[in-house]
């Protein structure tokens, strides 16, 4: 850990005098980009943050939102919060305790907020699925993820996974959780009142995490393996689950003026940001630090970003009561220092003075970085002069492991502890029950890196639809999101300027769709030897409804298939190829299919249409177009006659527009009559009782059975469980 040196020269211009050997690396670790945003805060005012149901907006450790009640006469006071975070370069370096500890650190952001968590989603990100190294790093991955969410009783419910060359040496795992908090439960990462006291609660602190947020603000290089881990936190899941049930019951006794957890930067980090938040300072002593290891010097204590730790502002007369509750728990607590009115964040470690610096300096003092952009160009239209045929496409798209089954991934995952989950993973979003609200929430959660590649700016835009879609079929309104954006170095014009048009996307189709953006992380940096990776906007969203049930995506086989929003079907539009998982898989380039024209009006007609009770199957078009898309609402007892002929086979199948839903209905006339004026609807065929698809075009009639498709998109399973 080493501050820069024109960021020392500021500090030290700002104290009046040299800095300490804690002060500068408190101030390498808060002022890196990791925690201080300085080379994408000044994009993110394009974020809309408001809403009428928006009760904690950006710049808390979680996003907060009002649910609806189905009562119209009862109060909205249930309360959502949402938060996501990334742990990308400690999961390349350790897959297993690096993405556990982010499932970790998420659900602490949830519980800063008073809230108790529900659910999770992760969304990962991989080199070629084929090669040896990122195959161990996903199975780390989703190891560490399946462990740690099952051991603390959260189910993960919802996400994605996508394969990519660009992240063979940088993968991401971008980690969302959301929880429920009562109106007059809820707290905040504000420090409330000078005299109160900081008690540390949870676990003891170690050596493990050491620099981590400055660790995360860098390139990764080909030792970061061996060099790196100590900068890598260890997590216990079990403690976790401790705290989880302690920070209930101190919020039941109304104990808790103000909370954050320990996460990047540690101690140091957690208390600085605490106090200033809130107008006031801190005076810290480390020796009172409840320690693991011996010996462990004031920096280490700092900065150490040991796992399954609270810091809680508590008033002075119930700090004992605090430390009961905590030993109740199995849990360490110590009262470490108190909030002070001076607003100067002070620690010292035995008898010296080792941080005296003012505690907004610390927070809000990082120069904001100033970088030269490209602007991303569209890319040439540069198709395959010799296409396969197509059913030859379609097979080999049924085993890709973008768009094949998922299964050995969200298998791993108990799902279903807590009792809420209606709609389990494996379809387009979970949904679980919230009676407390009288209503259900649906979550959905990923990007897709091929079509944020070929064109940041419209991918991004594709992103925000395709997780609004994912809800709509399953009959939910959009209500909310937070957002991961990952990015390369953003010291480099080209990867900086399509960081820009992925947040400009992003953040303008989430204005289209009226979804308030309520939180958010942000990762740069993600290079390697291997090169920068795409940029990717992950969206984690969700919606309400009024009760806990979806049409699911299984045909019933006793209706007809229309298909909603396909412009190309509509003759609105030539099929554009960009971004498809059908042309990363041969040579050639396409500009990335327009999103439609009214995308607001499409997805409150698509949860319209889902909701009707003709409604018998809804599903989302859009990974791997419409053929695969109608091979997975294919069973073993039901498939589907769809008929294509007049139009080009190859675009018709495999183009990517996001904004489609594939519905099976007995009342065509009712969901043509919903969506007239707003998007187009196209007639497919008619669903069967055969458990086949077939798919009638120019080119000859594409024909697969249940158990051929299930049996090709089972291709991860196979390959993993041998």
């Given at each position: 850990m080493?501050?820069?040196?024109?960021?020392?020269?500021?500090?030290?211009?700002?104290?009046?005098r040299?800095?300490?050997?804690?002060?500068?690396?408190?101030?390498?670790?808060?002022?890196?980009?990791?925690?201080?945003?300085?080379?994408?805060?000044?994009?993110?005012?394009?974020?809309?943050?408001?809403?009428?149901?928006?009760?904690?907006?950006?710049?808390?450790?979680?996003?907060?939102?009002?649910?609806?009640?189905?009562?119209?006469?009862a109060?909205?006071?249930?309360?959502?919060a949402?938060?996501?975070?990334?742990?990308?370069?400690?999961?390349?370096?350790?897959?297993?305790?690096?993405?556990?500890?982010g499932?970790?650190?998420?659900?602490?952001?949830i519980?800063s907020?008073g809230?108790?968590?529900?659910a999770l989603?992760?969304?990962?990100y991989?080199?070629?699925?084929?090669?040896?190294?990122?195959?161990?790093?996903?199975?780390?991955?989703?190891?560490?993820?399946?462990h740690?969410?099952n051991?603390?009783?959260v189910?993960?419910?919802?996400g994605?996974?996508?394969?990519?060359?660009?992240?063979?040496?940088?993968?991401?795992?971008?980690?969302?959780?959301?929880?429920l908090?009562?109106?007059d439960?809820m707290?905040?990462?504000?420090?409330?009142?000078?005299?109160?006291?900081?008690?540390?609660?949870?676990g003891e602190t170690?050596?493990d995490?050491?620099?981590?947020a400055?660790?995360?603000?860098e390139?990764?290089?080909?030792?970061?393996?061996?060099?790196?881990?100590p900068?890598v936190?260890?997590?216990?899941?079990?403690?976790?689950?401790?705290?989880?049930?302690?920070?209930?019951?101190l919020?039941?006794?109304?104990?808790?003026?103000?909370?954050r957890?320990?996460?990047?930067?540690?101690?140091g980090?957690?208390?600085s940001?605490?106090?200033?938040k809130?107008?006031f300072?801190?005076?810290?002593?480390l020796?009172?630090?409840?320690?693991?290891?011996?010996?462990m010097?004031?920096?280490?204590?700092?900065?150490?970003?040991?796992?399954?730790?609270?810091?809680?502002?508590?008033t002075?007369?119930?700090?004992?009561?605090?430390a009961?509750?905590?030993?109740?728990?199995?849990?360490?607590?110590a009262?470490?220092?108190?909030?002070t009115?001076?607003?100067?964040?002070t620690?010292?470690?035995e008898g010296?003075?080792?941080?005296d610096?003012?505690?907004e300096?610390l927070g809000?003092?990082?120069?904001?970085?100033?970088?030269?952009s490209?602007?991303?160009?569209?890319?040439?239209?540069?198709?395959?002069s010799d296409p396969p045929?197509?059913?030859?496409?379609?097979?080999r798209?049924?085993?890709?492991?973008?768009?094949?089954?998922?299964?050995?991934?969200y298998?791993?995952?108990d799902?279903?502890v807590?009792?809420?989950?209606?709609?389990r993973?494996?379809?387009?979003?979970?949904v679980?029950d919230?009676?407390?609200?009288?209503?259900?929430?649906?979550?959905?959660?990923g990007?897709?890196p091929?079509?944020?590649?070929?064109?940041?700016?419209?991918?991004?835009?594709?992103?925000?639809?395709?997780n609004?879609?994912?809800?709509?079929?399953?009959?939910?309104?959009?209500?909310?999101?937070?957002?991961?954006?990952?990015g390369a170095?953003?010291?480099?014009?080209?990867?900086?300027g399509?960081?820009?048009?992925?947040?400009e996307?992003?953040?303008?189709?989430c204005?289209?769709?009226?979804?308030?953006?309520?939180?958010?992380?942000?990762?740069?940096?993600?290079?390697?030897?291997?090169?920068?990776?795409?940029p990717?906007?992950?969206?984690?969203?969700?919606?309400?409804?009024?009760?806990?049930?979806?049409?699911?995506?299984?045909?019933?086989?006793?209706?007809?298939l229309?298909v909603?929003?396909?412009?190309?079907?509509?003759?609105?539009?030539?099929?554009?190829?960009g971004?498809?998982?059908?042309?990363?898989?041969?040579?050639?380039?396409d500009?990335?299919?327009?999103?439609?024209?009214?995308?607001?009006?499409?997805?409150?007609?698509?949860?319209?249409?889902a909701?009707?009770?003709?409604t018998?199957?809804?599903?989302?078009?859009s990974?791997?177009?419409l053929?695969?898309?109608?091979?997975?609402?294919?069973?073993?007892?039901?498939?589907?006659?769809?008929?294509?002929?007049?139009?080009?086979?190859?675009?018709?199948?495999?183009?990517e527009?996001?904004?489609?839903?594939?519905?099976?209905?007995?009342?065509?006339?009712?969901?043509?009559?919903?969506?007239?004026g707003?998007a187009p609807?196209t007639?497919?065929?008619?669903?069967t009782?055969?458990?086949?698809?077939?798919?009638?075009?120019?080119?000859?009639?594409?024909t697969?059975?249940?158990?051929?498709?299930?049996?090709?998109?089972?291709?991860i399973e196979?390959e993993?469980?041998?």
């Amino acid at each position: 850990m080493t501050l820069d040196d024109g960021d020392r020269d500021i500090v030290r211009a700002e104290l009046g005098r040299d800095l300490t050997r804690e002060e500068a690396a408190l101030f390498e670790n808060l002022w890196s980009e990791h925690c201080a945003y300085r080379s994408s805060r000044p994009l993110l005012g394009a974020f809309e943050s408001d809403g009428p149901d928006v009760v904690v907006p950006p710049g808390d450790d979680a996003g907060v939102v009002a649910i609806p009640s189905s009562d119209d006469d009862a109060a909205d006071d249930t309360y959502l919060a949402m938060g996501i975070e990334s742990h990308n370069h400690p999961s390349y370096v350790d897959p297993f305790d690096g993405a556990a500890t982010g499932v970790g650190g998420i659900v602490r952001d949830i519980l800063s907020m008073g809230a108790y968590p529900i659910a999770l989603t992760d969304s990962l990100y991989f080199g070629d699925f084929d090669a040896e190294y990122p195959r161990y790093l996903f199975e780390g991955v989703v190891e560490g993820i399946s462990h740690y969410g099952n051991c603390i009783g959260v189910p993960t419910v919802a996400g994605s996974v996508a394969f990519h060359d660009d992240y063979a040496g940088n993968p991401l795992v971008n980690v969302a959780c959301v929880g429920l908090v009562d109106a007059d439960r809820m707290v905040t990462a504000e420090a409330q009142r000078a005299g109160n006291a900081l008690v540390l609660v949870g676990g003891e602190t170690g050596r493990d995490g050491l620099g981590g947020a400055s660790f995360a603000s860098e390139d990764l290089d080909e030792d970061a393996e061996t060099e790196d881990r100590p900068a890598v936190q260890v997590g216990d899941p079990y403690s976790e689950k401790l705290l989880i049930e302690c920070n209930e019951a101190l919020l039941d006794e109304g104990l808790i003026e103000s909370a954050r957890d320990l996460g990047a930067a540690g101690l140091g980090g957690a208390s600085s940001e605490l106090v200033a938040k809130g107008g006031f300072g801190a005076d810290i002593a480390l020796d009172r630090v409840p320690q693991r290891e011996p010996n462990m010097s004031a920096l280490e204590i700092l900065l150490s970003e040991s796992q399954e730790r609270m810091c809680y502002e508590i008033t002075p007369e119930n700090v004992d009561r605090v430390a009961a509750i905590a030993e109740r728990y199995d849990l360490v607590a110590a009262a470490i220092g108190s909030v002070t009115a001076d607003g100067n964040f002070t620690c010292t470690f035995e008898g010296e003075t080792a941080v005296d610096v003012p505690a907004e300096f610390l927070g809000e003092g990082a120069p904001l970085n100033d970088l030269d952009s490209e602007r991303p160009t569209a890319p040439e239209r540069n198709l395959p002069s010799d296409p396969p045929a197509v059913a030859d496409a379609f097979d080999r798209l049924l085993a890709s492991p973008n768009t094949a089954s998922k299964r050995w991934v969200y298998r791993q995952y108990d799902h279903e502890v807590g009792v809420r989950t209606a709609e389990r993973p494996g379809g387009d979003a979970a949904v679980l029950d919230v009676p407390e609200a009288d209503a259900a929430i649906a979550l959905s959660a990923g990007a897709d890196p091929n079509w944020t590649d070929a064109a940041p700016y419209e991918g991004a835009r594709a992103v925000g639809l395709e997780n609004a879609t994912n809800l709509a079929v399953a009959g939910a309104r959009p209500h909310a999101a937070v957002d991961c954006l990952n990015g390369a170095n953003p010291e480099t014009p080209r990867e900086y300027g399509r960081f820009e048009a992925i947040v400009e996307g992003l953040a303008e189709i989430c204005a289209d769709l009226s979804v308030p953006v309520v939180g958010g992380n942000v990762s740069l940096y993600n290079d390697s030897d291997e090169g920068p990776i795409p940029p990717t906007p992950t969206l984690a969203m969700v919606g309400v409804r009024e009760e806990a049930t979806a049409p699911g995506i299984d045909l019933s086989g006793e209706g007809s298939l229309l298909v909603i929003g396909d412009r190309v079907l509509a003759g609105e539009t030539d099929p554009a190829l960009g971004g498809s998982e059908y042309l990363a898989g041969l040579d050639g380039t396409d500009r990335v299919p327009d999103l439609p024209g009214d995308p607001a009006g499409l997805v409150d007609a698509v949860r319209d249409v889902a909701r009707m009770d003709s409604t018998l199957a809804a599903h989302d078009a859009s990974h791997g177009g419409l053929a695969i898309a109608l091979a997975e609402m294919v069973t073993a007892e039901t498939g589907a006659s769809v008929d294509l002929t007049g139009i080009d086979a190859h675009g018709a199948l495999f183009h990517e527009q996001a904004g489609r839903a594939i519905v099976e209905t007995t009342a065509p006339e009712a969901v043509a009559d919903r969506l007239a004026g707003v998007a187009p609807v196209t007639g497919l065929g008619r669903t069967t009782t055969d458990g086949r698809l077939s798919i009638t075009t120019d080119r000859g009639v594409l024909t697969a059975t249940a158990d051929r498709i299930a049996e090709r998109r089972a291709v991860i399973e196979r390959e993993l469980d041998g």
